[in-house]
Structures are given as structure tokens and as C-alpha cells.
């Protein structure tokens, strides 16, 4: 081989091992590169983290401090500290305390949600009777009430529903307690309790001994007419308060002719903590 071809060979081992050294000091950057990278998305994970509802975290920050401190239930301090103490045993025990008033929370909101179900089933009946009684010029006959055991639909004996003494239906209550039965089967859950009442003048009819007798036959007969009218007799009761239980003074004509009266009591039965402007 000639001079020429030697040194040109030379050169050409030169030029490659200068080459992959300039390669080995490069490599260092790629790993930089791939650190950078992996920092930045860190980063970026860290931001989106941090921005949060600022209202939020603060009431989970405030619901978490009274899980923990012991005021909502006995033991929650010792959740907050078991961190610092090496025998952490007791630690699933004392946190499931902790989670059981948030659980609390969630009950008493489904609670009063469906509470807040049942007072609008009720408005929504109260309003179908009234548009009824006023329809059929019977308001000062009818009248509806929410109170607290329920919604009461109180109908008066006189002229409407039964004659002096009697427990037979007037033929003028067939169409008032068929559209009532017709409302009621539209709602399926609240029992109904029928309770008849009275004034206190003592009864003359030999078939009724007492007020008592009368105004329990009385309850008993719409419970019959109800349950001939598709209403489920496992929702229905009646019972007898005579005299007992006045909206009014007996002292009067007027007020003895209230006392007079059938209730139908939809009975609530889904009560909240408190019912305000309720008797």
C-alpha cells in the first residue's frame, strides 16, 4: 500500500473516533432534555391542582378540621394525631367514627329533600280540593289545612254529608267524596285517617247511645265509601272523637255546626327537624 493510502486511512480512524467522542459528550443532553420535560409536566400538574374553588376547599378544609378535632364526635383528635405515634392500630376505628357524621349530613339532606317532596304532594292536593269547593260553591262546606300531622281535608256533617243524628250518606255527598276519592288514589303512600266529630248537645237517636257511637259509625261509612271507590283500605282507619276534639265554641249555633265535621288526615310520613308555621 502506498504512503498516500496510509495517511489517508489515518486520517479517516481519526475523524471517526473524534466523531463518536463528540457523540459520548452529547448524550448528557438528552437526558437533560428528558429531566426538563418530566419537570414541566410536573409542574403542570402541581398548577392545575392548586387551582380549585377557593369556597370549596375551604369548607372541606373547615368540615375535615371538625371531623378531626373531636367536637363532632368523641375521638376524632386522636385521628389527627396517630401520625405521630408508632402503634396505629386503632386508626381504620377512629377514622370511620370520623366519616359517620358526614354520612349524618348526606342522611339529613336526602331527609329534607324528600320532606320538601311531600310538602309540595300536599300543596298540590290542597289546591285540586279548594278549585273543587270553590267550583261547586262548597268552600264554606270544605276546607283544607296543612298542619303538622298532615294535610287535613275537614268537611262538614250539616247539609253535606249527613242529616241530624244520622250515619247514613246524603245523596248530595256521592259526587263531593268521589272526586275527594279520586284525589287520594293519586297519591300512594300517606295513610288516611277518617276521625268523625261532634258537638257536645247529647244525642237523642236510640241508635247511637252516645256522641261517641255517632261520630265513630260516621268515620267508618267514608271509609266504606273510599274503599267502593278504589282507595286502598290498607292506607285507611276511622275512628270516633265525639265531642272531644272542638275547632269551635259549642256555645253558638255557628260554632256547634263546625264542630259538626268529618276530617280526612293525610298523615305525614316524612317529618323534618322543624316545621315552622305549623301547629
Do not use: C
Amino acid at each position: 500500500m502506498s504512503a498516500g493510502g496510509r495517511r489517508g486511512g489515518r486520517r479517516g480512524r481519526r475523524r471517526r473516533a473524534l466523531h463518536e467522542e463528540s457523540e459520548d459528550d452529547e448524550r448528557w443532553l438528552l437526558t437533560y432534555a428528558d429531566m426538563i420535560t418530566l419537570l414541566m409536566a410536573l409542574f403542570m400538574v402541581l398548577f392545575a391542582m392548586s387551582s380549585v374553588d377557593s369556597a370549596k376547599y375551604e369548607s372541606l378544609q373547615h368540615a375535615l378540621q371538625d371531623a378531626f378535632s373531636g367536637r363532632i364526635m368523641p375521638g376524632g383528635e386522636a385521628v389527627r394525631d396517630m401520625g405521630s405515634t408508632q402503634d396505629a392500630s386503632p386508626a381504620p376505628e377512629v377514622a370511620i367514627s370520623a366519616i359517620q357524621p358526614l354520612e349524618r349530613q348526606l342522611d339529613e339532606i336526602r331527609r329534607r329533600t324528600r320532606a320538601a317532596s311531600e310538602a309540595d304532594d300536599f300543596e298540590r292536593l290542597k289546591r285540586q280540593i279548594d278549585a273543587y269547593a270553590n267550583e261547586h260553591h262548597l268552600s264554606h262546606r270544605i276546607e283544607t289545612i296543612i298542619e303538622r300531622r298532615g294535610l287535613v281535608v275537614r268537611l262538614r256533617t250539616d247539609r253535606v254529608l249527613f242529616a241530624t243524628g244520622s250515619a247514613d250518606l246524603q245523596p248530595a255527598a256521592t259526587p263531593l267524596l268521589a272526586r275527594i276519592a279520586g284525589l287520594l288514589r293519586s297519591d300512594f303512600d300517606h295513610p288516611i285517617l277518617i276521625e268523625g266529630h261532634t258537638d257536645d248537645v247529647p244525642i237523642s237517636e236510640s241508635r247511637f247511645p252516645t256522641n261517641w257511637e255517632l261520630s265513630g259509625s260516621r268515620a267508618a261509612t267514608v271509609v266504606r265509601f273510599l274503599v267502593d271507590h278504589d282507595v286502598p283500605a290498607k292506607r285507611l282507619a276511622a275512628t270516633g272523637y265525639g265531642e272531644e276534639h272542638p275547632i269551635d265554641t259549642n256555645a253558638t249555633a255557628t260554632g256547634r255546626a263546625r264542630n259538626r265535621r268529618v276530617e280526612l288526615v293525610l298523615s305525614r310520613i316524612r317529618t323534618e327537624s322543624t316545621t315552622e308555621g305549623m301547629p
